[in-house]
T-cell receptor, first 113, second 114 residues
Framework: AQSVAQPEDQVNVAEGNPLTVKCTYS??????LFWYVQYPNRGLQFLLK??????LVKGSYGFEAEFNKSQTSFHLKKPSALVSDSALYFC???????????FGKGTRLSVIA | DAGVIQSPRHEVTEMGQEVTLRCKPI?????LFWYRQTMMRGLELLIY????????DSGMPEDRFSAKMPNASFSTLKIQPSEPRDSAVYFC????????????FGPGTRLTVL
């Protein structure tokens, strides 16, 4: 069965500092990995995905994520955080088949001015 | 495209009443998903459809919950009778089977059962 772990419920970072939101996954085959962001009272918005190819994936709003197969991780990163990045971030995984995404519990990012 | 459309955006009802949530997926998408989000349990998959056929409803919490997809452009999630513990945000999402895409989410319906 597929699963995703986001070990941190909350991440606090100062504006301008780099940020990392952690994600590890478990899947039987090759993973399709995704990051979504949720702003208050909104639905989940797609940020970026890893399907195949380069392990460093770039996405919306300056975010990027690094796929590490040996550590089964897909951490979300941004070189310089903005206050407007404060939101709830979800990591998700599915295998190569047409199965639903399995989501982590989410990590609340708070960027402090 | 307007994206995934959900209605109503907010619903307040009393315990015991029937609640119907509606979803219009993105045109051309083959898969439709219903999720529930609560503080305690996070984002839970309730049921999903492929080409209007329910594939997995193991996430539906009780027989009080039912979902239908009568055609490719419409789905409903019904709760009858509703209970206070059903209070949550319910999301509909859709995606195409043709591309390596994730799921596209609607804005959600915030349900409050008093």
């Amino acid at each position: 069965a597929q699963s995703v772990a986001q070990p941190e419920d909350q991440v606090n970072v100062a504006e301008g500092n780099p940020l990392t939101v952690k994600c590890t996954y478990s899947v039987s085959g090759n993973p399709y990995l995704f990051w979504y962001v949720q702003y208050p009272n909104r639905g989940l918005q797609f940020l970026l995905k890893y399907i195949t190819g380069d392990n460093l994936v770039k996405g919306s709003y300056g975010f990027e994520a690094e796929f590490n197969k040996s550590q089964t991780s897909f951490h979300l990163k941004k070189p310089s955080a903005l206050v407007s990045d404060s939101a709830l971030y979800f990591c998700a995984v599915r295998d190569v088949g047409n199965t639903p995404l399995v989501f982590g519990k989410g990590t609340r990012l708070s960027v402090i001015a | 495209d307007a994206g995934v459309i959900q209605s109503p955006r907010h619903e307040v009802t009393e315990m015991g009443q029937e609640v119907t949530l509606r979803c219009k997926p993105i045109s051309g998408h083959d898969y439709l998903f219903w999720y529930r989000q609560t503080m305690m349990r996070g984002l839970e998959l309730l049921i999903y459809f492929n080409n209007n056929v329910p594939i997995d409803d193991s996430g539906m919490p009780e027989d009080r919950f039912s979902a239908k997809m009568p055609n490719a452009s419409f789905s409903t999630l019904k709760i009858q009778p509703s209970e206070p513990r059903d209070s949550a945000v319910y999301f509909c999402a859709s995606r195409s089977a043709k591309y390596n895409e994730g799921q596209f989410f609607g804005p959600g319906t915030r349900l409050t059962v008093l």
